[in-house]
């Protein structure tokens, strides 16, 4: 079979298009990783929040208690 240029048999311009696909495809897929890091980091940070403002609520509360404990002994 004869070559002509990049259009050979099964030739150059496929294996280069075979390869682009792949080098799209793990681009793509380092992308969609990226966002969903970047989502769990979101949501990480998200849940530490909801954690802290449990743990201020709590506080108060407990302090609460405390001084209606306090004013219970002082009368």
Same mark, same amino acid.
């Given at each position: 079979?004869?070559?002509? *240029?990049?259009?050979? !048999? *099964? *030739?150059?311009?496929?294996?280069?298009?075979?390869?682009?696909?792949?080098?799209?495809?793990?681009?793509?897929?380092?992308?969609?990783?990226?966002?969903?890091?970047?989502?769990?980091?979101?949501?990480?940070?998200? *849940?530490?929040?909801?954690?802290?403002?449990?743990?201020?609520?709590?506080?108060?509360?407990?302090?609460?208690?405390?001084?209606?404990? !306090?004013?219970?002994?002082?009368?």
């Amino acid at each position: 079979m004869e070559s002509n *240029g990049l259009w050979d !048999q *099964g *030739g150059f311009l496929t294996e280069m298009r075979k390869d682009t696909e792949k080098s799209l495809v793990v681009f793509v897929n380092e992308i969609s990783g990226k966002l969903n890091e970047s989502e769990l980091i979101d949501k990480k940070r998200a *849940g530490v929040k909801k954690e802290g403002a449990r743990s201020v609520a709590l506080l108060r509360a407990a302090e609460e208690d405390k001084e209606s404990v !306090q004013n219970r002994i002082r009368v």
